[in-house]
């Protein structure tokens, strides 16, 4: 849980340096850069340059990586016919709806004291 909640921190700071959403981060290649990066720290040493030259890294790779935006869609859950859990829609209802919101992430740093 930790190295997700690492991993997830990772996307948020490069989605804040390169001014994209989060959501257009694949979590798959920010986990493969994070295996990757940790044999490079373990070679190198973690000290204050290695760590800046690894989020600027993280930061170049990582853009190059992005998902395709998705259109926000919702879909309701139909009954099937038959002896099936899960439903169809019937021939004169809207297949889908479609939703359109905005996550704004804040970045709260601590007070000083």
Known sequence: MCLYQAICDLIGHVALKAGLSPDRISFTAARSFVRRSIALVGAA?????????ILRRAVRELRRALVKPRRGRQAP???RRGNHRAGTR???EAATSYVDYVITIWRINPKRA
């Open 90 to 92: 019937k021939a004169d």
């Open 77 to 79: 859950r139909k009954r």
């Open 45 to 53: 040493g973690l000290s204050p340059s290695t760590l800046s030259w």
